[in-house]
């Protein structure tokens, strides 16, 4: 059973900056990509960055140049770091793996930016 589970979340002021973390339960390297979703209050679940095993990344617009998505395959984990937050990155944030057919979520962790 694979398990992914999230921490680093937080409350946290606009302009600051967090580090989200998700370890795997398994080897990271047997996950072809790697994302990291979120959720906002009446809004639907958007990527917003993900990490193939070969390296390549991909961030959405709203989060380029602010966000940082890394793959640690010693440690098993994948980390987002976020800085320069808004309050519009207010949201649930979601590890997503995907290995073959597969697709695994994590349970979710809390970033609320607010003044």
């Known amino acids: 059973q694979v398990q992914l589970v999230e921490s680093g979340g937080g409350l946290v002021q606009p302009g600051e900056s967090l580090r989200l973390s998700c370890a795997t339960s398994g080897s990271i390297g047997s996950f072809y990509v790697m994302n990291w979703y979120r959720q906002a209050p009446g809004k639907q679940r958007e990527l917003v960055a993900g990490a193939t095993s070969g390296g390549s990344t991909n961030y959405a617009d709203s989060v380029k140049g602010r966000f940082t998505i890394s793959r640690d395959n010693a440690k098993n984990t994948v980390s987002l770091q976020m800085n320069s937050l808004k309050p519009e990155d207010t949201a649930v944030y979601y590890c997503?793996?995907?290995?073959?057919?597969?697709?695994?979520w994590g349970q979710g962790t809390q970033v609320t930016v607010s003044p």
């Open positions: 997503n793996a995907l290995r073959g057919s597969r697709t695994y």
